[in-house]
């Protein structure tokens, strides 16, 4: 028999109806990597699993006595070649425990076998679940104008339009992540999608501000369930590179719907109305809806928790009290007790936020996620980059109508080219990062956005769209594409697959609260009114932003080896 040596992922499941695993547990091999040992000049017959790490889990001592029969976990060893042909369905599980039942799957989405139907639905599930959160975010932006001629107002409530669905997603996305790796990711996706539906329109058919307002509100808590839940479907669904290649989808695809919202919203503010911004949403939720009564539930869950209201509610605070000081201390000034009070009471919630998640028995943030190196430092970068954009395109949107005299469509399509730049390539730097580790993408692609954003200083009336914005937006999309999918990668890479929901959260709670703060400070930067020196200011900021999280990535990200060994230490 030809030498061979391997690595696989060895996965313990249940199949009584209580879970209990006192007797011969099963074990499924859910991802396997081929050493070059197995490439002697010819395709190796039968290959062997190496057991490299023994565990003992709990659940594997029933009664308090531990079994003789351990639970075991295969240490993945990055390959180094290929896996020849035909070695899918041959495995051996020489080492193993004895009791042990193996399931091998005859093609692994990560060897070049294609992907099966579930991993589609899963992939589209996901994909159109985070577009319509995303591009709510986004498709305001050129609907703001409209909205305040409509209502009456100036820039806070345009903030406050785009803020509220920001607040309700960043403070409540953390609980949402929870609540998927408890009950379920399609289960808190089903959920999330009704009510994201019902809150549209809710959105649509506002009669004033305030209730457009608080309608925003409760859409972000929708998007809320949406967000983390779709992207721990997909890791908990793909694996190896077929998962970096995944989520090069998900994030192109929802970085698309970032900034593709200004385009669509231009078009149906200026032939039918800004209200059907809200309302076309009922489409992809439906259509979405219809797949995902087609998934079953095989992601592992944890057992039943109960939310942390406490934590919830000073997250809230912490953050809503802070955005209401800035958003308004732009028209009472920081002298006011309607702005320093809540500023006040802002941080004091933030830092009994943090006081209580460190002593709750199930906190909605897990601080001890931030002893991984590649987690708090992808995070880190998170605010840089995620506040740059968030505050770039707000103001370049209002900016192009108020100050360059652009219509909402004109305005909204100027940045095609960068959409163009992500669907074109986030999928091919997703799977690159995979192979060679995100660190270097994520250096080198918020440098180049950062430079983009540079260009726009150049954009002063009359603007030349060809001259002074294309080319800044085709920078700031590649920057995107390459920055996108290796962060999400080495964030959630850095953790373990049931720790998904929880860890992308998190995540995203950064980026959504990064963007949230960076928006409310915008009257700060500008100033009184909008003009060109304003928006100058504001695109110097954003770049320093960007620029910001490529240095924190360059020096602080891990390599992938480095970061599975402390991912999978004890």
């Known amino acids: 028999m030809p030498g061979c ?25 859910v991802e396997t990597r081929w050493s070059s040992l197995c490439l002697g000049g010819r395709a190796c017959r039968d290959p062997v699993v190496e057991l490299v790490e023994t565990r003992w889990s709990s659940l594997s001592r029933p009664g308090g006595r531990a079994r003789r029969d351990p639970v075991v976990e295969l240490v993945k060893i990055p390959s180094t070649r290929a896996r020849p042909p035909g070695l899918d369905r041959r495995v051996s599980t020489a ?60 820039l806070a409530l345009q903030q406050w339009v785009v803020d509220g669905y920001l607040l309700s997603l960043g403070a409540l996305i953390l609980v949402a992540g929870s609540l998927s790796d408890t009950y379920g990711r399609v289960r808190v996706l089903r959920v999330g999608l009704i009510w994201f539906g019902i809150t549209s329109l809710a959105c649509a058919v506002a009669p004033l501000g305030t209730l457009l307002v608080v309608a925003r509100i409760l859409q972000g808590m929708a998007a809320a369930l949406l967000v983390p839940s779709s992207l721990a479907l997909i890791t908990s669904t793909f694996s190896g590179p ?19 919202g200004p385009v669509l919203g231009g078009i149906l503010v200026d032939t039918i109305g800004w209200r059907f911004i809200f309302a076309i949403n009922v489409l992809p939720i439906v259509v979405t809806l219809i797949v995902l009564a087609r998934i079953d539930e095989r992601a592992r869950t944890g057992p039943a928790a109960r939310i942390d209201l406490v934590g919830a509610g000073l997250a809230v605070v912490g953050l809503g009290a802070p955005v209401f000081a800035l958003i308004e201390q732009g028209r009472l000034g920081w002298g006011s007790p309607v702005v320093f009070a809540p500023l006040i009471v802002g941080v004091l919630a ?27 430092v992808g995070n880190i970068a998170t605010v840089g980059i995620y506040s740059a954009l968030s505050l770039g395109f707000f103001i370049f949107s209002v900016y192009l109508q108020q100050v360059g005299g ?60 060809w001259l002074q914005v294309v080319p800044a937006i085709v920078l700031i999309g590649l920057g995107l594409a390459i920055t996108v999918a290796p962060l999400t990668s080495a964030v959630l890479g850095s953790i373990r697959a049931e720790q998904a929901g929880i860890g992308s959260a998190i995540n995203n709670a950064v980026a959504r609260v990064a963007g949230l703060i960076a928006v409310a400070l915008a009257g700060t930067i500008i100033g009184a009114r909008l003009d060109v020196a304003g928006f100058q200011r504001v695109m110097v900021v954003v770049a320093v932003l960007m620029f910001a999280g490529g240095i924190v990535s360059w020096l602080g990200i891990r390599t992938p080896a480095v970061a599975a060994l402390e991912r999978d230490s004890p």
């Open 242 to 260: 077929a998962q970096g290649k995944a989520i090069g989808a998900w994030t192109g695809w929802t970085g698309i719907a970032g900034i593709a």
């Open 406 to 465: 652009f219509s909402a469509t004109a305005a909204g399509i100027a940045g095609v080219p960068a959409t163009l730049m992500l669907l074109l390539f986030a999928t091919l730097f997703g799977t690159l990062a995979g192979r060679y580790g995100p660190r270097r993408f994520m250096a080198i692609g918020p440098i180049i956005a950062g430079a983009g954003f540079l260009l726009l200083l150049a954009a002063v009336p009359p603007i030349n769209v």
């Open 95 to 154: 080492g193993a425990p004895a009791g042990l039942r193996s399931f091998a799957p005859a093609c692994s989405s990560e060897l070049n076998c294609g992907v099966t139907p579930r991993q589609r639905r899963v992939l589209i599930v996901a994909v159109l679940s985070s577009f319509v959160a995303f591009l709510d975010a986004s498709i305001i932006n050129v609907a703001l104008p409209a909205i305040a001629r409509e209502f009456g107002g100036d």
């Open 5 to 29: 040596s391997g690595s696989g992922s060895w996965r313990q499941f249940c199949t009584g109806p209580r879970c209990r695993l006192g007797r011969a547990p099963v074990v499924e091999l």
């Open 350 to 376: 933030l830092a009994a936020f943090l006081w209580w998640e460190a002593r709750a028995p199930q906190p909605m943030m897990p601080l001890g996620l931030f002893r991984v190196r590649n987690f708090w």
